[in-house]
């Protein structure tokens, strides 16, 4: 097994993975090249072909944004369907005596 980096044509890490070693050339499609490594999108970079540490500030864009309290005024919120979906099937977990 290999770990791959794909990179575009102008030399920014597009998707990375692991692949068997017999497929590893494939990885890169048309304008791409791969290197091997291994790439953490939210702590490294690339730069002219090397994989190297992100800045702090180029670390503090992949931080999630803090939360806002929930308050008991009726404030208005933005949830995933995902998220809607789950509360939606804890409640009837919860309606069911689980």
């Known amino acids: 097994m290999k ?15 692991q692949c068997l070693d017999k497929v590893f050339s494939l990885q890169a499609g ?7 490594g291994k790439f953490d999108h ?6 002219n072909g090397k994989i190297e540490d992100q800045t702090t500030e180029e670390k503090e864009k992949h931080k999630p944004k803090k939360r806002m309290a929930i308050t008991e005024n009726n404030q208005r919120a933005v949830l995933t369907n995902g998220q809607y979906k789950n509360i939606l099937d804890r409640l009837e977990q919860l309606e069911k005596g689980k």
């Open 42 to 47: 939210q702590l490294q970079k690339v730069v």
């Open 3 to 17: 770990n791959f980096i794909v990179l575009d044509e102008n030399g920014n890490a597009k998707r990375h993975g």
């Open 30 to 36: 048309e304008n791409e090249t791969i290197i091997e």
